[in-house]
């Protein structure tokens, strides 16, 4: 009789009708594995005082059925959104495989690499009452690798790689932008899949900012409540060439912030290796990597300096080392004096070249350099 007359404390009651709204939301929507992991934290949550509830739910949670997430324009795959106007696809599907690892910073690799790993053990996760991270920030100089990590990542999970370029979506009428994104994060929400809302500043910008019109402003706001929304089930990535205009509210809304630093010198002689497929020694490589990197150079742009290098080499029929260190000296013989000396003194030292070869490559004399190596002797 005492049991039968227990009173639910008011606190619970209010905790069971959020649950209670929650888990409509999103069996509404459509989100299958949301639904799931909801129901597998009732079960824990509501099984120390109902062991039959959570019986019953993991009874439901082992028999449901399962679904591989399904590759966009295939077999009945929901269609690809359209600009209502243009008529153009509003994402673009990137299913091309990366051959190689990236190049990253570590603290780079480490944030891709956790953030990977909950998402392949999000049984682990859920167990322990825990998501995966839903969502990520990715900061830094254009050329650096944001795009490319992002590929990397949903190669990695196994999941199709839909790319909105915010750019590519404004339109003059603002409503509609905001109608595009919607549609966009519609289609990337049906099942799972890696989103990469590529140029985020075009849109999220600060909403203090005078010079934006309000319907601006009210896009903004659209857009972290979409984010706030993202199913755990798939990852929703952003990245940005600008942070200092984005939104102070749009750091808050993602559980990862990955700052893409611009490559240190051996980043560079890692990615030139990998560019160069063997064509140039390491010790050329390492020159090239000293001048990129002297220019505060991205990844980017040490891939442009070697596909057109290979590209001459091929049409002058020369080594691709040599037109790599030609392409250097130029721009190294266009700094002022004083700065090619300190470059050739380093390249002298590190004992990449010979002193006769860094006089060609830098324009500095090998009187200078020996009479620099005298100096630097006699100070030791």
């Not at 959570?54 to 600009?83: I, M, N």
């Not at 998501?131 to 999970?157: C, D, I």
């Not at 857009?223 to 750091?251: C, G, Y």
Request: hydrophobic share 45%.
């Amino acid at each position: 009789m005492s049991r039968a007359m227990k009173v639910t404390p008011l606190g619970d009651l209010l905790g069971i009708e959020q649950d209670l709204v929650h888990l409509a939301r999103m069996a509404l929507a459509g989100r299958n594995q949301d639904v799931q992991m909801l129901l597998q934290r009732l079960a824990r949550r509501y099984g120390r005082d109902n062991e039959r509830l959570a019986d019953a739910l993991q009874v439901l949670l082992r028999d449901a059925p399962t679904s591989d997430a399904p590759l966009r324009g295939v077999g009945t795959a929901a269609p690809v959104p359209l600009d209502s106007d243009s008529r153009f696809p509003l994402v673009r599907i990137d299913q091309t495989g990366l051959p190689v690892e990236p190049v990253l910073a570590p603290a780079v690799r480490g944030q891709a690499d956790q953030i990977c790993e909950e998402h392949l053990q999000r049984e682990r996760l859920l167990q322990a009452g825990l998501v995966p991270s839903r969502t990520a920030l990715f900061v830094g100089p254009p050329g650096v690798g944001k795009t490319l990590v992002a590929k990397w990542m949903a190669q990695r999970l196994g999941l199709p790689l839909l790319v909105l370029d915010l750019s590519s979506v404004m339109s003059s009428f603002l409503g509609r932008t905001g109608g595009n994104i919607r549609k966009v994060l519609d289609y990337a929400k049906a099942s799972p899949s890696v989103l990469l809302l590529d140029e985020l500043d075009t849109v999220a910008k600060r909403r203090d900012d005078g010079a934006e019109v309000g319907e601006l402003k009210r896009l903004v706001t659209v857009l972290l409540q979409e984010i706030d929304d993202w199913p755990a089930s798939s990852l929703l990535l952003a990245a940005t060439n600008h942070a200092s205009l984005l939104d102070p509210a749009v750091w808050r809304r993602f559980d990862v912030v990955v700052d893409f630093p611009l490559p240190d010198e051996e980043q560079l002689l890692l990615a030139l290796e990998q560019y160069c497929e063997k064509q140039a020694e390491s010790k050329v490589l390492a020159v090239v990597a000293k001048v990129l990197r002297s220019q505060e150079s991205s990844f980017a742009d040490a891939h442009r300096l070697v596909s057109a290098a290979r590209r001459r080499a091929v049409l002058s029929e020369v080594a691709v080392a040599e037109v790599l260190l030609d392409s250097c000296g130029q721009q190294v013989r266009q700094l002022p004096f004083p700065e090619r000396v300190r470059f050739a003194m380093d390249l002298v030292q590190a004992d990449h070249m010979s002193q006769r070869r860094v006089c060609e490559l830098t324009g500095v004399s090998r009187d200078t350099m020996r009479e620099r190596l005298r100096r630097q002797t006699g100070q030791n």
